[in-house]
């Protein structure tokens, strides 16, 4: 029986996955690149410091990971009042996991800082048990760190504990922790594979999420 589900963060409960590539694009352009498709799917569902130097590798670019870190958080901090938006599905997915008193918690690759300032501004932060960050764990997604942690925390068996994930790299962390992982790619995920996933889901609101909880 499910007692807990623990959400991603980007690309799941927001569309920062959009703003990402908006600022990540806007950061390559002036230096002669594009965005490619190969190098955005390696840097999803990483560390932040992992994802920066797969980019910086990728391009062979002389900036430092600190330094490129610093022009991307501009142009994302720049663009976000424009296009962030909620995910399709999570306010309802979340009304029903009130109602039936499930535990819930949010497990991110970004910082535990960044996640709870976004939760809080639009009024979801107290809806989260713990917020559990990228910073918090030595080994990040696809190692499975993050969710045993938040099972510890949650003083739960991980098969007591539905993740719900949009990459496929977060699918194979929730995957290799041993709990009931859930896949809900979008458009960002295209091509991805959610090998050991429980199920995969068409978005947040998928009834399949629902039914699987009252199991």
Same mark, same amino acid.
């Given at each position: 029986?499910?007692?807990?589900?623990?959400?991603?963060?980007? %690309?799941?409960?927001?569309?920062? !996955?959009?703003?990402?590539?908006r /600022?990540?694009? $806007?950061?390559?352009?002036?230096? %002669?690149?594009?965005?490619?498709?190969?190098?955005?799917?390696?840097?999803? *569902?990483?560390?932040?410091?992992?994802?920066?130097?797969i980019?910086?590798?990728?391009? =062979?670019?002389?900036?430092? @990971?600190?330094?490129?870190?610093?022009e991307?958080?501009?142009?994302?901090?720049?663009?976000?009042?424009?296009?962030?938006?909620?995910? &399709?599905?999570?306010? %309802?997915?979340? =009304?029903?996991?009130?109602?039936?008193? @499930?535990?819930?918690?949010?497990?991110t690759?970004? =910082?535990?800082?960044?996640?709870?300032?976004?939760?809080?501004e639009?009024?979801?932060? !107290?809806e989260?048990?713990?917020?559990?960050? *990228?910073?918090?764990?030595?080994?990040?997604?696809? /190692?499975?760190?993050?969710?045993l942690?938040?099972?510890?925390?949650?003083?739960?068996? &991980?098969e007591?504990?539905? @993740?719900?994930?949009? =990459?496929? $790299?977060?699918?194979?962390?929730?995957?290799?922790? *041993?709990?009931?992982?859930?896949?809900? &790619?979008?458009?960002?995920?295209?091509?991805?594979?959610?090998?050991?996933?429980?199920?995969?889901a068409?978005?947040? %609101?998928? &009834?399949?999420?629902?039914?699987?909880?009252?199991?």
């Amino acid at each position: 029986m499910i007692k807990a589900v623990v959400f991603d963060l980007d %690309g799941l409960i927001f569309n920062t !996955e959009d703003v990402f590539f908006r /600022a990540t694009s $806007n950061f390559l352009k002036p230096l %002669g690149y594009e965005y490619e498709e190969t190098v955005r799917r390696r840097m999803m *569902g990483q560390q932040a410091h992992i994802s920066t130097r797969i980019l910086k590798d990728y391009y =062979s670019l002389s900036l430092s @990971v600190d330094e490129i870190r610093v022009e991307i958080e501009k142009a994302f901090i720049a663009i976000l009042p424009q296009i962030l938006k909620v995910m &399709p599905g999570f306010d %309802g997915l979340l =009304s029903f996991l009130k109602d039936a008193n @499930v535990t819930l918690a949010v497990c991110t690759s970004s =910082s535990s800082e960044y996640a709870k300032k976004l939760l809080a501004e639009h009024g979801y932060l !107290e809806e989260f048990a713990f917020v559990l960050g *990228g910073e918090e764990v030595e080994n990040g997604k696809p /190692a499975p760190d993050c969710y045993l942690m938040a099972c510890q925390r949650l003083e739960l068996m &991980p098969e007591q504990v539905m @993740v719900l994930e949009d =990459s496929e $790299n977060g699918c194979r962390a929730a995957v290799a922790a *041993g709990t009931y992982a859930v896949a809900v &790619p979008s458009s960002h995920n295209e091509g991805q594979h959610y090998r050991g996933a429980k199920l995969v889901a068409l978005t947040l %609101g998928d &009834p399949k999420i629902r039914e699987a909880l009252c199991k």
